[in-house]
């Protein structure tokens, strides 16, 4: 699949205040998702066949608060959704669409940003795969200690990625042990091992392709600290 990107720099936001539960009723609901098994759509919508491969880990946030909740370098606006998840970059093609802008835009092929991303599973499962053996566990979000250790731990893994010790799997056991104060690790953590696991929840659920789109994605730039926001094309 060649895909090309199209990339716009946010310039840094200015936040007065980092919101937090006090006298903010609601929480934040969780998903901890997990599959292995996909099908591509291509360009004119059409599915593939069913495939296997490592397949990927992430979560998914919903903001049930009345006020902007903050989660790593991202905002979630009430009753808005964020999902988080790490990435080995994103590949496309070798041509490029985009245009200049008074606040700041580039061009690539590609996005070898490797580490953080915010909605890229939102953005990339509703328009070129479906997730087809999907499953997640749920829970809420109500601490203030525990938002400050999640948003601590995404920025502290922004620029972090590897196959073997750190990828997506582990970030996303990460962020569910913080919320739950459990501590589900395994030897090697996979989406397989991690789809185990959430299936021993008590309740778990089917998935069935149940993501809210997004209309882009982003990642923190530190060396221009800021985010930036991408959406793809075929």
Known sequence: MKLKTKMLIILPYVFLCLCSFTNNPGSIYVEWHSFTNYISIDKNGNRSEEKSGAGHSFVVFKNNTRKNMNIGYKTIYPSGYLSVGLWNGVSAGSSSS??????????????????????????????????????????????DEKLKKLTDLLKNKNDTYNLAFYN??????????????????????????????????????????????????????????????CTLHY
């Open 98 to 143: 985009g245009s200049n802008s008074s606040s700041g835009s580039s061009n690539a092929s590609s996005v070898s940003h490797s580490g953080v991303y915010y909605d890229l599973e939102r953005y990339y499962y509703t328009r070129f795969e479906n997730m087809r053996n999907d499953v997640y566990a749920t829970c809420t979000l109500t601490s």
């Open 168 to 229: 997506c799997a582990n970030l996303s056991t990460h962020i569910w042990n913080i919320i739950n104060d459990t501590n589900y690790y395994g030897f090697i953590e996979s989406p397989t091992s991690n789809r185990e696991q959430i299936m021993k929840q008590n309740p778990y659920y089917i998935g069935n392709n149940s993501l809210t789109s997004a209309t882009n994605f982003q990642y923190y730039d530190n060396g221009k600290g800021t985010l930036i926001s």
